[in-house]
């Protein structure tokens, strides 16, 4: 079959591990000749990176397959990833869908279908997740200035309110070398920043022999990337070690994202949590005590099973105290095939709803205060776009920074003063010739 002048559109949902896996798919079918398209316009294929971390994600993926399916049906519609692994059988029900494939499977894509014609009924490979799963790399290139680059997969923990191991299966990693290979090709691409993301990142290399540790020594000794991220990290497995490998490093930047999800030790118990709360209290601690402006990103899931008023008022007082930056706030989705779904004393919706708008202010006081303290400090910024008349980009320590001055242009690395805040929320300042 011919590819020339075929169209292929994808839509990702989920994490930045799913837009690293779609941008992986999406060289595939442009080394094949396919040209992409957005995802409401007509194409030959369609294919949908999917997510059940919620029931929303559920939805937005089924509502995004009938997208397709109405914009042409005469294309090829595939769907991968996590609630294509976990429920092939509701993706099976809508009319239309032509291959439903799993987390590992959807990377082989072109071998199984290469002709893309469409099925009379849907093509399932879904292999379990339990049998022996290789590491599948995957980056991303389409941002103009940075790159979400895939180290670990997997997740061992079967906390009690989560999927994402019978979606995605056991820890698994790249080597070291492989991954320092990967970096060389991003670079050549002409990528300032990567993001190195995971299930559970901590874990990279523990099959191996290997370490985060080795790996983020090693890659801040390679030339080629100016600035690293690391992407969510689990409290128990954020060292002393790796905080000051961040602080001594020439690469890695100076921000944290890191994972609480209660502030109640009896919750984070229910929860089956690796740690409590002293232990994040003391993570979030040593890193101020090495960098005083680090941006400190926090995760926080509310709702969840038996949470009472009194949790929410334990956990009220440990976040005012904790210095941390910003809060992403999830409000708990019972997970089928996971313990929290036969937990007593649910959370009525409209309680969820009042204490997630809680948290939400929380984090806009904290994010408030984390900016007016870096007012009167430099910092360097890697531009990125065009926002409401300004060019912006982010600090190292993840503020968002807007300037009219027309040195900054995407791509550049520019230090600068942080002097004001505008009415966008975002930080002001001049560029330091």
């Not at 007509?42 to 993926?61: G, L, P």
């Not at 997208?67 to 990833?81: D, E, L, Q, S, T």
């Not at 954020?238 to 030790?265: K, N």
């Amino acid at each position: 079959m011919t590819t020339q002048g075929k169209r292929v559109a994808f839509y990702t949902l989920g994490c930045k591990l799913n837009f690293a896996e779609t941008a992986s798919i999406a060289r595939q079918f442009e080394a094949e000749g396919y040209r992409q398209v957005p995802f409401d316009e007509e194409a030959d294929v369609y294919f949908i990176n999917s997510c059940t971390v919620t029931h929303q994600a559920d939805r937005k993926c089924r509502s995004a397959i009938r997208r397709a399916i109405r914009k042409n049906p005469a294309a090829f519609v595939a769907v991968g990833g996590c609630y294509a692994q976990v429920k092939a059988e509701e993706i099976r029900q809508i009319e239309g869908v032509d291959a439903i494939l799993g987390s590992r499977e959807k990377f082989r894509l072109f071998q199984l279908f290469g002709d893309f014609d469409k099925q009379p009924d849907p093509d399932v490979r879904v292999e379990s997740t339990r049998s022996a799963q290789s590491f599948e790399p995957a980056w991303s290139l389409t941002d103009r200035t940075r790159s979400f680059l895939k180290v670990q997969d997997g997740c061992d923990y079967f906390c009690s309110y989560c999927t994402i191991p019978l979606a995605r299966g056991t820890n698994r990693s790249a080597s070291i070398a492989e991954t320092l290979e990967a970096v060389r090709q991003i670079a050549a691409r002409g990528k300032k920043e990567i993001v190195l993301t995971g299930i559970n990142i901590g874990e990279f290399g523990r099959e191996k022999g290997e370490s985060f540790l080795d790996l983020i020594r090693e890659l801040d000794r390679l030339e080629g990337i100016e600035r690293y991220r690391i992407s969510s990290i689990e409290p128990n497995l954020l060292s002393d070690e790796i905080i000051e490998q961040v602080y001594e490093s020439r690469t890695f930047l100076p921000h944290f994202h890191i994972p609480l999800q209660s502030g109640s030790d009896e919750i984070l118990s229910a929860m089956r949590r690796r740690y409590d709360t002293r232990l994040f209290a003391d993570r979030v601690s040593k890193i101020r005590s090495l960098m005083p402006l680090a941006g400190i990103g926090v995760d926080v899931i509310t709702g969840f099973p038996g949470e009472t008023e009194t949790h929410m008022e334990e956990q009220d007082r440990f976040l005012r105290e904790l210095d941390f930056s910003y809060l992403h706030v999830f409000s708990f989705s019972a997970r089928p095939r996971t313990l929290a779904a036969h937990m007593k004393a649910k959370v009525p919706p409209q309680e969820i709803e009042a204490r997630s708008n809680r948290l939400h202010e929380l984090s806009d006081r904290k994010h408030r205060l984390f900016m007016e303290r870096n007012l009167g400090t430099h910092n360097r910024v890697l531009f990125e776009t065009r926002e409401k008349g300004a060019m912006t980009g982010w600090t190292e320590n993840y503020l968002k920074f807007a300037t009219t001055d027309p040195a900054a242009t995407p791509g550049s690395i520019k230090t600068v003063s942080l002097d004001a805040l505008d009415a966008e929320e975002r930080v002001t300042g001049k560029l330091i010739k």
